[in-house]
């Protein structure tokens, strides 16, 4: 089938649509957004980390990671301090640590819901098969 390559890609990303749409409504209601909580998550796995770093983990640029900061240490989130040279380190505050517990357990509910129709089995599988094409040997994170 000519087309498969491209409807397989098409229902991925329709997957991926689905889920960031149902993420930020809810995360919405709980007063902060899929970029700001994606934020805090990755700053929760590399406390410390440049914004560089931290702007890969997140799919953006330096200069929208730049402005995702700052708005999360206006809202009292994160910390910024100087680190080494011109790098600027990046930690949760206590503020931050509660807002992405909320999102953890939101995530969780929102994800189940996602894939309810498919069975542990499946899900298994289909986390196998998307780790091989993104050369991932396991371990990977939502």
């Given amino acids: 089938m000519p087309d498969e390559p491209q409807l397989l890609g098409r229902a ?18 709980a007063g902060t957004t899929l970029a700001q909580w994606d934020a805090l998550r990755a700053i929760s796995r590399t406390p410390g980390a440049s914004a560089r770093t931290l702007a890969s983990a ?3 640029s330096e200069q929208a990671f730049g402005t995702l900061a700052g708005r999360l ?7 910024r301090r100087p680190g080494v040279g011109r790098r600027i380190e990046h930690y949760l505050t206590s503020s931050g640590e509660e807002v992405l517990g909320t999102g953890h357990r939101i995530a969780d509910e929102v994800l189940a819901t996602c894939y309810s129709d498919l069975s542990p089995a499946d899900r298994a599988t289909l986390l196998h098969l998307l780790q091989r094409i993104h050369g991932i040997d396991g371990g990977a994170e939502a």
């Fill in 12 to 29: 991925v990303k329709q997957a991926q649509y689905r889920q960031h749409r149902a993420l930020d409504s809810r995360l919405a209601a």
């Fill in 58 to 60: 997140t799919f953006q």
């Fill in 73 to 79: 240490t206006t809202l009292g989130l994160i910390e």
